[in-house]
């Protein structure tokens, strides 16, 4: 059970990563990147987040970019949330599977 102090980082964490994406992705036509969720671990050194990306067939090549150069997103993310954490957690990215999982949803209801 999550307390309402990881509840609260994973948010700001989820709401800062949506914004710095965003910036970046608008310099990548074509591609639509967003953190679907962010779970931040007890001792709050570790964060998952869960990105969604538009087209699907580009997803597992968009997560390997962001685990490849999380480094230089984690300080991104640090220059951001300076003010309001102390420590910047560590980052893990995931492909969120929601979308595809619709869409079979979605193909299997048409039959």
């Given at each position: 059970m999550?307390?309402?102090r990881q509840?609260?980082?994973a948010r700001l964490i989820?709401?800062?990563l949506s914004n710095l994406f965003l910036d970046e992705t608008r310099k990548t036509h074509g591609v639509i990147l967003s953190?679907?969720?962010c779970r931040v671990s007890p001792d709050l050194s570790y964060?998952?987040?869960y990105i969604s990306v538009f087209p699907s067939e580009r997803a597992d090549?968009?997560?390997n970019n962001l685990t490849a150069n999380v480094r230089t997103i984690r300080y991104d993310l640090g220059q951001r949330l300076r003010h309001q954490l102390r420590i910047i957690p560590e980052l893990r990215f995931f492909k969120d599977g929601?979308?595809?999982y619709m869409q079979h949803i979605d193909?299997?209801?048409k039959k």
């Open positions: 999550e307390s309402t509840n609260k980082i989820q709401k800062e953190v679907s969720e964060c998952t987040a090549e968009i997560v929601t979308l595809d193909e299997l209801l």
